[in-house]
């Protein structure tokens, strides 16, 4: 290696360098969690349910070699949808499960009675 070859090699780590000093460092996994439960736009969702979701998806054969993300997080929230008030007051729930899921369906009954009631079917 020349004299000139070095002095380049040496310029181009130099500046790598100056550029990853200008570069943020990652925030720990609670701030950045603090950080999204207190995000308005994620106001509507329960987070507890959320992971309890997320750790029963993970359970699945087909799923237990992904990893949980800040990018699979994100993604997840952001699939919630927002719960949409009724000119009554009262609040329209999610729609239930498919009919083939009696598991799911029971416990969306369980919480919210008839899907009838609420304008489903």
Same mark, same amino acid.
């Given at each position: 290696?020349? %004299? &000139? %070859?070095?002095? $380049? ?5 130099? +500046?790598?360098? $100056?550029?990853?000093?200008? =570069? %943020?460092?990652? =925030?720990?996994?609670?701030? #950045? ?7 308005? *736009?994620? +106001?509507?969702?329960?987070?507890? @349910?959320?992971f309890?979701?997320?750790? @029963? #998806?993970?359970? =699945?054969?087909?799923? +237990?070699? @992904? %990893?949980?993300? @800040?990018k699979?997080?994100?993604? #997840? *929230?952001?699939?919630? &949808?927002?719960?949409? +008030? ?12 498919? =009919?083939? &899921? ?5 416990a #969306? !009954?369980?919480?919210? !009675?008839?899907?009838?009631e609420? !304008?489903?079917?």
């Amino acid at each position: 290696m020349t %004299q &000139d %070859q070095f002095d $380049a090699l040496e310029a181009r780590v130099s +500046a790598l360098e $100056a550029k990853l000093k200008g =570069k %943020q460092t990652v =925030k720990p996994a609670v701030d #950045w969690l603090a950080e999204i439960k207190a995000n308005p *736009l994620y +106001a509507h969702v329960n987070f507890e @349910r959320v992971f309890g979701d997320i750790e @029963r #998806w993970k359970l =699945k054969p087909m799923n +237990a070699n @992904r %990893q949980i993300t @800040r990018k699979f997080l994100i993604n #997840w *929230l952001n699939k919630i &949808d927002v719960p949409v +008030a009724l000119p009554n007051g009262k609040q329209k729930p999610p729609p239930p499960p498919p =009919k083939n &899921d009696p598991i799911a369906r029971g416990a #969306w !009954g369980q919480i919210y !009675g008839s899907p009838k009631e609420h !304008g489903y079917e």
